[in-house]
T-cell receptor, first 114, second 117 residues
């Protein structure tokens, strides 16, 4: 069964600090991995997308890494801001006969405080 | 470009009723997917529409049905509502040229918050 597990479930950090969120997956056959940011009550917004051959990808203060051998990914946030408070969802795409099929993690709830 | 739009934003229904949610995809997108997101959970895939047909379906009962129109907009219908259907319903659209090698990046709408009493 395709699964995506994220850790920690929730995290509180002080503004200006860095943090790293983890994602482990058992999705097969792997197509790509995405990180989304979801503000409360809003739709997810894509941060990064990585294919099998990509080890790292950055989007501003967000840097995602992918180890396809160990099936692990991380999202590193540098110099956190209050606006970073949100749920961060790891999504892994599998190749199927009908195209890409997405499996979502349950997310890491990040709160940035003063 | 308005991006993906959904209506209504909020909806309150009672058990046993039926509901229709609407989605307009991002300009240039032809594939629409629907997700259910319970509070504190990740989105769960309901189904995907392409060329006015259901292409993929998740583990949802037949009470959940959909439709895609020639202009690529889509509706999600839920019959015989249960309390457990209360959730944020997300619509996502993706670009044409859907192939097994594509990213199939999905752009999400703001969602419709459905409350079943």
């Amino acid at each position: 069964k395709n699964q995506v597990e994220q850790s920690p479930q929730s995290l509180i950090i002080l503004e200006g600090k860095n943090c790293t969120l983890q994602c482990n997956y058992t999705v097969s056959p792997f197509s790509n991995l995405r990180w989304y940011k979801q503000d409360t009550g809003r739709g997810p917004v894509s941060l990064t997308i990585m294919t099998f051959s990509e080890n790292t990808k950055s989007n501003g203060r967000y840097t995602a890494t992918l180890d396809a051998d160990t099936k692990q990914s991380s999202l590193h946030i540098t110099a956190s801001q209050l606006s970073d408070s949100a749920s961060y969802i790891c999504v892994v795409s599998a190749l199927t006969g009908g195209g890409n099929k997405l499996t979502f993690g349950t997310g890491t709830q990040l709160k940035v405080e003063l | 470009d308005a991006g993906v739009t959904q209506s209504p934003t909020h909806l309150i229904k009672t058990r046993g009723q039926q509901v229709t949610l609407r989605c307009s995809p991002k300009s240039g997108h032809d594939t629409v997917s629907w997700y259910q997101q319970a509070l504190g959970q990740g989105p769960q895939f309901i189904f995907q529409y392409y060329e006015e047909e259901e292409r993929q379906r998740g583990n949802f009962p037949d009470r959940f049905s959909g439709h895609q129109f020639p202009n690529y907009s889509s509706e999600l219908n839920v019959n015989a509502l249960l309390l457990g259907d209360s959730a944020l319903y997300l619509c996502a659209s993706s670009r044409p040229g859907f192939t097994s090698a594509s990213y199939n990046e999905q752009f999400f709408g703001p969602g419709t918050r459905l409350t079943v009493l």
